[in-house]
C-alpha cells in the first residue's frame, strides 16, 4: 500500500514549519528541530535533499537559515516526497519499471492495480503541498474513532 517514509514526513514537517513563516524569515535546522521535535542531523540531511530539488533555498551567516524556494500552494505534494522515497504506488506490479512480480503476465489483478496505481497517482499529482496541509481527518477515520475522546483528553488535563 501506498506509504510513505518517516524522511517523507519529516520533509512536510519541514515545509510546513517554513510556509508558517513571515515573508522573508528564515529558519534554523536547529529552530525547526526543536519546534518539530524532530531529530536534528536527520532534518539537517533533509533539508539539505529539500534545498537541492529545489524546494528551499538556504543562506549562511549569522541571520542564515532556510526559506521556501516558493509557496506551499506551487509545491506539489509528489515532488515533495519524491526524493524520500524510491517508488510512489499501492503495489511493486504497477511499478513502471522493470517486473518484479514473477506472476505479472498472468495475474488478474495486474491490469486493475496499474489502472488503480494511475487514477491515484493523477490525483496526487494535482495535490500541493498547501491543498495536503489544510486537510484535517474525516470524523470517521480509524484515527478519530480509535483515540481518545477530546473530553477524555479535557477530564486528564484538569
Known amino acids: 500500500?501506498?506509504?510513505?517514509?518517516?524522511?517523507?514526513?519529516?520533509?512536510?514537517?519541514?515545509?510546513?514549519?517554513?510556509?508558517?513563516?513571515?515573508?522573508?524569515?528564515?529558519?534554523?535546522?536547529?529552530?525547526?528541530?526543536?519546534?518539530?521535535?524532530?531529530?536534528?542531523?536527520?532534518?539537517?540531511?533533509?533539508?539539505?535533499?529539500?534545498?537541492?530539488?529545489?524546494?528551499?533555498?538556504?543562506?549562511?551567516?549569522?541571520?542564515?537559515?532556510?526559506?521556501?524556494?516558493?509557496?506551499?500552494?506551487?509545491?506539489?505534494?509528489?515532488?515533495?516526497?519524491?526524493p524520500f522515497e524510491g517508488y510512489v504506488g499501492l503495489s511493486k506490479c504497477s511499478d513502471p519499471g522493470p517486473q518484479i512480480c514473477e506472476r505479472a503476465d498472468c495475474c488478474a489483478l495486474t491490469g486493475p492495480m496499474v489502472a488503480l496505481n494511475a487514477h491515484i497517482m493523477r490525483q496526487l499529482q494535482t495535490l500541493t503541498v498547501d491543498d495536503f496541509l489544510a486537510m484535517r481527518a474525516p470524523p470517521s477515520s480509524p484515527r478519530a474513532i480509535n483515540g481518545p475522546s477530546l473530553m477524555a483528553v479535557a477530564a486528564k488535563a484538569s
Not at 514526513?9 to 510546513?16: D, I, N, S
Not at 538556504?58 to 509545491?75: E, N, Q, W
Open 1 to 82: 500500500m501506498l506509504k510513505l517514509s518517516k524522511k517523507s514526513e519529516y520533509a512536510l514537517l519541514v515545509l510546513h514549519h517554513l510556509g508558517g513563516l513571515d515573508c522573508g524569515d528564515k529558519a534554523t535546522v536547529s529552530e525547526i528541530s526543536e519546534a518539530q521535535a524532530a531529530p536534528k542531523e536527520l532534518l539537517a540531511k533533509i533539508m539539505q535533499l529539500l534545498k537541492r530539488s529545489g524546494l528551499l533555498v538556504s543562506t549562511k551567516g549569522v541571520a542564515g537559515g532556510y526559506a521556501l524556494a516558493r509557496p506551499l500552494d506551487a509545491i506539489g505534494f509528489l515532488e515533495a516526497v519524491r
